[in-house]
């Protein structure tokens, strides 16, 4: 149900970016901007900073990064009670047995054991988004976040590009076939 209130983000987006543009043509100081609203995968962090640069410096993960919270509290209370399902148990049947990434927090803080699951729970989680958003980049031979640009997506679907003002690969296409 939050996803059909407000703004679609792509749309939201655009339009920062179109005010954005305007600002930097007025020669406005332009804030830091974050933007929000329904993202939780590496994949879509990316293209979230690729549709906003070169204004958008940050991309807020809510939900997602609280279900993984969530998902670690339950996954410790399941240790607790003893009761941890067969689909867990393959990876282990105690905290640091089940979340890998304690060996890494180990190096940060003497007592592990006073980390709730909740909190490695998100942890892990930020650390995926971090190794996938680093591995987009790389891909794209974009290694610093700054690099990112609009040139590093394209829109699948006519109204993608109105709504975007971003060239779809037709136009990509048109335009390199002329060079020839």
Do not use: H
């Not at 179109?18 to 990316?46: H, T």
């Amino acid at each position: 149900m939050m996803n059909e209130w407000g703004i679609p983000t792509v749309y939201l987006e655009s339009m920062l970016y179109d005010i954005l543009k305007k600002f930097k043509f007025r020669n406005y100081n332009l804030p830091q901007i974050a933007i929000a609203g329904g993202f939780a995968s590496e994949d879509q962090i990316y293209k979230g900073l690729a549709l906003g640069a070169p204004y958008v410096n940050f991309v807020a993960v809510g939900r997602a990064a609280m279900a993984a919270a969530m998902s670690g509290k339950k996954v410790e209370e399941l240790i607790n009670s003893g009761t941890v399902p067969k689909e867990i148990q393959r990876f282990g049947s105690t905290k640091e047995e089940i979340f890998a990434d304690i060996r890494e927090l180990k190096l940060y803080y003497e007592n592990t054991e006073d980390i709730s699951a909740g909190a490695i729970g998100v942890y892990s989680y930020i650390n995926r988004l971090s190794a996938g958003i680093k591995q987009l980049m790389a891909l794209n031979r974009k290694f610093k976040l700054s690099y990112i640009d609009r040139s590093d997506i394209i829109p699948m679907t006519e109204l993608a590009a109105q709504v975007t003002c971003l060239d779809t690969y037709d136009d990509i296409l048109i335009r390199e076939l002329e060079k020839l």
